[in-house]
């Protein structure tokens, strides 16, 4: 299999989110992947943004069920 093309750090930071959201195609990804492994600065900041991202999945996850608590409580007050 041949190895994929390097990418420049601009090239990776422009697809970074689309990396992490897994939409890249299997050779995109890789190459991604390949260009983090040998950059210090691009995998740092795909590090941030991927703790960012679990940070945001966390609190809208939080957001909800305590929405949806107070839509039972109020429910369950109605009775
Ligand atoms: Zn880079």
Avoid at 14 to 35: F, K, V
Avoid at 44 to 56: I, P, T, V, Y
């Amino acid at each position: 299999m041949a190895k994929p093309t390097p990418i420049t750090c601009e090239e990776a930071l422009r697809q970074i989110y689309a990396y992490l959201d897994r939409e890249l195609e299997g050779h995109a990804h890789r190459a991604i992947e390949q260009h983090l492994r040998v950059c210090r600065a691009c995998f740092s900041r795909a590090e941030f943004e991927r703790r960012l991202k679990e940070r945001l999945r966390e609190t809208r996850r939080a957001t909800v069920s305590a929405d949806l608590r107070a839509r039972i409580r109020k429910v369950i007050g109605n009775y």
